[in-house]
């Protein structure tokens, strides 16, 4: 694919997107970057700051869960900064052209790899979050989700009223396999979609790079979003180089524009 003025692009992608008949959005770390969610490599990154995570964090958990839920009420320096910031972060354009796109019908399904809740802040309804949502709970068991802010289940740990499991937080730990529930949605979305925006992704870690392959393969089109070239963009049938909060409303609205001609 070579690159095209972004203008161009625009058109291109809104084209798609009104012609689609399953649109998929499939979401990265770049969208939520644009709304001031910290990171966590780079020069600013959590984990520069305070040393690469444990790996082994899910079996850590498993070992101790009451452990997990005691330093869970006492977190602070770094990570109390890397959480008040997540506390701070509000939806960005792009967040609210994505719910755009779904209230004019155009977008199905968003497969999310954030974990900081902003696209339901942003009013989106379909969404299928493969590392879970920072503000919920889930039993590791049967996959039941709870509020974080609504939770009133005793017990330390608490264990999950219809099975029993032991419950964590959604977001999902460092060798944590992703909720069953979660996987299987994804799968299924994937199969339907016959356009994916690929929106501040780079999808190289399995499964997530299946979902953009299986498209592909079946001859779908894929739309990428991004200020970055990532090892995607040659797989990309439209380019859009620059942020989604600017590209994703002008696309929005031409998509709107053409299904009204
Ligand atoms: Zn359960």
């Not at 994916?196 to 999808?203: D, W």
């Not at 393969?217 to 070239?229: Q, R, Y």
Request: with cysteine; net charge negative.
């Amino acid at each position: 694919m070579t690159s095209e003025p972004l203008e161009a692009a625009i058109e291109d992608a809104a084209r798609l997107v009104a012609g689609a008949s399953h649109l998929v959005a499939f979401v990265g770390a770049g969208l939520s970057a644009e709304s001031g969610v910290p990171t966590f490599r780079g020069p600013e990154g959590l984990w520069t700051k305070m040393g690469e995570p444990d790996m082994r964090g899910y079996d850590r958990f498993l070992a101790d869960p009451k452990k997990w839920w005691e330093e869970r009420s006492q977190r602070a320096g770094d990570m109390k900064e890397f959480v008040d910031a997540l506390d701070e972060a509000v939806p960005n354009d792009g967040h609210y052209a994505l719910r755009e796109l779904e209230e004019a019908g155009f977008l199905k399904h968003i497969i999310t790899q954030n974990i900081d809740n902003l696209h339901q802040v942003a009013g989106s309804q379909a969404i299928t979050e493969i590392h879970g949502n920072r503000t919920k709970l889930r039993c590791i068991e049967c996959s039941r989700r709870w509020d974080i802010y609504h939770f009133d289940i005793e017990g330390s740990p608490p264990s999950c009223p219809d099975c029993g499991g032991i419950i964590k937080g959604d977001t999902v730990m460092f060798g944590e396999p992703i909720p069953h529930d979660a996987l299987e949605e994804c799968a299924a979305q994937s199969q339907m979609c016959d356009c994916m925006l690929l929106i501040g992704t780079s999808a190289v870690v399995y499964p997530a790079a299946s979902f953009p392959e299986q498209v592909k393969s079946a001859g779908g089109t894929l739309i990428e979003v991004n200020p970055n070239e990532t090892p995607l963009s040659a797989h990309s049938d439209v380019i859009l180089r620059g942020a989604a909060g600017e590209v994703l409303p002008k696309v929005t609205q031409q998509a709107k524009g053409i299904v009204q001609e």
